[in-house]
Nanobody
Framework: QVQLVETGGGLVQAGGSLRLSCTAS????????MAWFRQPTRKEREFVAA????????FYDDSVRDRFTVSRDNTQNTVYLQMTSLKPEDTAVYYC???????????????????WGKGTLVTVSS
């Protein structure tokens, strides 16, 4: 049984930083591409960042490029999202997800992945 657990969310002031973690059990993350998504209140879930199974390919949504960094430690079965220069519009529930497909420059259109975590809330105050 696959379980993904996101941690690290919380309340932070605008301009601050947070690091999210997603630890997997029941699958070996080194065999999967992964992505972070987020869902603001009353809005659709949206793509944030993706990492290929080895971490050699990375893709970011324009809204977070140069502020967020996705990384992974396959030995720890954990992926990370380092978020800096946070803005109130970054407020959302953040989800990690894993899948077998790499979507190149069409990640922003991806809605479905094979496995999803339950999310962690990030709130950025102005």
């Amino acid at each position: 049984q696959v379980q993904l657990v996101e941690t690290g969310g919380g309340l932070v002031q605008a301009g601050g930083s947070l690091r999210l973690s997603c630890t997997a059990s029941g699958l070996s993350i080194g065999n999967y591409h992964m992505a972070w998504f987020r869902q603001p209140t009353r809005k659709e879930r949206e793509f944030v960042a993706a990492s290929s199974y080895s971490g050699s390919r990375i893709f970011y949504d324009d809204s977070v490029r140069d502020r967020f960094t996705v990384s992974r430690d396959n030995t720890q079965n954990t992926v990370y999202l380092q978020m800096t220069s946070l803005k109130p519009e970054d407020t959302a529930v953040y989800y990690c997800a894993f899948g077998r497909n790499w979507y190149g420059n069409t990640w922003t259109k991806v809605k479905d992945m094979d496995y999803w975590g339950k999310g962690t809330l990030v709130t950025v105050s102005s």
